[in-house]
């Protein structure tokens, strides 16, 4: 494979993804996040936080923080 092919499929996955992405956000707009499970939130290496998230977009509804004692 030459680095203009690797390049060209590259940009190719790099769109898709960006359209996978755009199309999750719609998606996750319109659900009524109906049915939520126990998960793990981690918006940052080393952290997380216990949270519910829906089950249907898997959209984080709402995290439960921890008071700091």
């Known amino acids: 494979m030459t680095g203009e092919e690797i390049k060209i499929e590259s940009n190719r ?3 898709d993804i960006y359209k996978a992405k755009e ?3 719609d998606l ?3 659900c009524k996040h109906e049915k939520t499970f126990k ?3 981690s918006y940052r290496i080393g952290q997380s ?3 519910d998230i829906c089950e249907y977009c ?3 509804v709402d995290i439960h923080n921890k008071p700091i004692e």
């Open 13 to 15: 996955i790099y769109d």
């Open 23 to 25: 199309r999750l956000k």
């Open 28 to 30: 996750r707009k319109i």
């Open 39 to 41: 998960g793990n939130y």
């Open 49 to 51: 936080d216990p949270a």
């Open 58 to 60: 898997g959209e984080v």
